[in-house]
């Protein structure tokens, strides 16, 4: 045997029992680790399962919900619509509070409709677009029966030139101030609409109808050429 082969063959025994001797040591840790992972994975694919067909199942529920609403069923759709308010995710309950508060409105409720779009608008668990459309339905209740306060307090925030729901905010503001009597603010607020030409196109027509019903009323006149 030639010296290289020897020492080929020692250092491969070394080798072997430095490595039974670390897997005597460490083996069954190693093994703990191992199955620790798999069990980490399968329980997170499970998670992840679990959570889907949830969302599902609360999704197929809350379109049970809103025909029954249609349909007419308003008491049942109320307690369809309750039990995902209780159980459901942050979204899904936001959503069935919503629709808890239309059907209520369908029914002349407004101040029961009012709490809940402000329940959602409060409850920092639910999406902030969800929360603002909430708060843009609150104030529009409020033009009904509250006052320019108690709308500005809710929309001022989303009045910014760059708040995704500028137009709505402004609209409730501008009804609030319409109902109110002050025509000068109210035509601010419409003005400010129908000029903004990255608002809807609709939105933008009817300002510029609530601007005519404000000169007709002796308001101030929004020339038609002003508006882009």
């Known amino acids: 045997m030639s010296d290289d082969s020897f020492f080929r063959e020692v ?8 490595a039974q001797a670390f897997w005597s040591a460490y083996g069954k840790y190693i093994i703990t680790v191992a199955v620790v992972i798999v069990l980490a994975i399968a329980g997170w694919r499970g998670w992840e399962y679990y959570q889907t067909t949830e969302t599902q199942r609360q999704g197929d529920a809350y379109l049970a919900a809103i025909d029954l609403a249609q349909d007419g069923s308003r008491e049942e759709a109320l307690v369809a619509l309750g039990e995902l308010e209780a159980d ?9 509070r919503m ?5 209520l409105l ?19 668990g639910v999406p902030s677009d969800l ?24 929309v001022q925030r989303l009045t910014a030139p760059s708040a995704p729901y500028r137009g709505s905010a402004r609209e409730a503001l501008g009804l609030a101030h319409y109902k109110a009597g002050d025509l000068e603010a109210a035509f601010t607020e419409f003005k400010t609409i129908a000029d903004d030409v990255n608002l809807p196109t609709g939105l933008r027509q009817r300002s510029g109808i609530l601007l005519d019903v404000i000169a007709s009323k002796g308001g101030p ?7 882009g």
């Open 131 to 154: 929360r603002d459309m909430a708060t843009i339905r609150a104030a529009m209740v409020f033009v009904d029966i509250g006052t320019v306060d108690d709308v500005s307090s809710r």
């Open 88 to 96: 459901a995710n942050p979204t899904y309950r936001a959503l069935a």
């Open 11 to 18: 250092n491969e025994e070394l080798r072997s029992d430095r």
């Open 221 to 227: 006149v929004y020339e038609q050429g002003e508006q």
């Open 99 to 103: 629709r808890h508060a239309a059907v």
């Open 106 to 124: 369908e029914g002349d409720d407004k101040e029961a409709a009012a709490a809940l779009y402000d329940e959602v608008a409060a409850d920092n």
